[in-house]
Nanobody
């Protein structure tokens, strides 16, 4: 199974981005899924998670600005990011409960 993130880029503070994470390869049914972010030299930080039945959890730093969602039919995970701040700059990764990780997509927010 491969998880492939997309949707990152460079945006000004206050802007929005929508990240996607698509699963490909072997047959895969999404269970709980998580978005992490990491900057060089720092530990990965949990950003948002969603369970198989749709329950969500967010880091305090993104509550009210980010929304995690999923489309099980498309085997795709999303992260809508609004009112972005420079401190949101990081490589964003999606991860599956089974231990699969994507390669990440870079988000850079300029001030």
């Amino acid at each position: 199974v491969q998880l492939v993130e997309s949707g990152g880029g460079l945006v000004q503070a206050g802007g929005s981005l929508r990240l996607s994470c698509a699963a490909a390869g072997s047959p895969f049914t999404m269970d709980s899924m998580t978005w992490y972010r990491q900057n060089t030299g720092k530990e990965a930080e949990l950003v948002a998670a969603i369970s198989s039945d749709g329950h969500t959890h967010y880091a305090n730093s993104v509550k009210g600005r980010f929304t995690i969602s999923r489309d099980d039919a498309k085997i795709t995970l999303y992260l809508q990011m609004n009112n972005l701040k420079p401190e949101d700059t990081a490589m964003y990764y999606c991860a599956a409960l089974e231990g699969y990780w994507g390669r990440g997509t870079q988000v850079t927010v300029s001030s």
